[in-house]
């Protein structure tokens, strides 16, 4: 596709479960970001894969949240031991350039923790 | 610590009227500004964006501005249609930092 692509869309799990959200970004964009908003908040970074170098993982709320790209492309987005606080929408952006710019962003993943 | 505030949660303008959605900033190191906006259901789509060598910029019936004394901008919508109605994200960048960080969001409802 054209764009970028997440799944699952829509996620519901049991406390205390693990879960995978998964991105595939626009073909050639080197950078990649996860974002997510919860209930009436806006947009938090999580983490942040720009080609070969090392993610800026400063956003990530705690070791429970971790992320991985492989081969430049489709990213992972883990959350182990799943709490009900982690509950909201995870979003995926790619971006051309390195720099200041336009993100591209997929429709989310909606997490529901019970 | 909210670096990019949206102080209006809502919005509700008359159709053909002008919106003016705005956000302020506190951290100087900023220096790139977008916008982006997001219907339900979807990702946010990027609107229009500003460097801060710029005070203006305008893209079609939308228009952004930018006080970097006030550190305050503003995106101007005119005239608005009912399918503007969306939620806006104000986001900025700065420094060799390329993450953006966004406001919470104003909800625009244009009305028919």
């Known amino acids: 596709g054209a764009g970028v692509s997440q799944s699952p869309s829509n996620k519901v799990t049991e406390k205390g479960k693990d879960v995978e959200l998964r991105c595939d970004p626009i073909s050639g964009h080197t950078a990649l970001y996860w974002y997510r908003q919860s209930l009436g908040q806006g947009l938090e970074f999580l983490i942040y894969?720009?080609?070969?170098?090392?993610?800026?993982k400063s956003g990530l709320p705690s070791d429970r949240f971790s992320a991985e790209r492989t081969g430049g492309s489709v990213s992972t987005l883990t959350i182990q031991r799943t709490q009900q606080e982690d509950s909201a929408v995870y979003l995926c952006?790619?971006?051309?350039?390195?720099?200041?710019?336009?993100?591209?962003f997929g429709e989310g993943s909606r997490l529901t923790v019970l | 610590d909210q670096q990019v505030k949206q102080n209006s949660p809502s919005l509700s303008v008359q159709e053909g009227r002008i919106s003016i959605l705005n956000c302020d900033y506190t951290?100087?190191?900023?220096?790139?500004f977008l916008w982006y906006k997001k219907y339900p259901a979807e990702g946010p789509t990027f609107l229009i964006s500003i460097s801060s060598i710029k005070d203006k910029n305008e893209d079609g019936r939308f228009t952004v501005f930018l006080n970097k004394s006030a550190k305050h901008l503003s995106l101007h919508i005119v005239p608005s249609q009912p399918g503007d109605s969306a939620v806006y994200f104000c986001a900025a960048s700065g420094g060799s930092n390329y993450k953006l960080t966004f406001g919470k969001g104003t909800l625009l409802t244009v009305n028919p």
């Open positions: 952006a790619s971006s051309l350039m390195v720099g200041p710019g336009e993100l591209f």
């Open positions: 951290n100087s190191m900023f220096d790139y």
């Open positions: 894969f720009q080609g070969n170098s090392a993610p800026d």
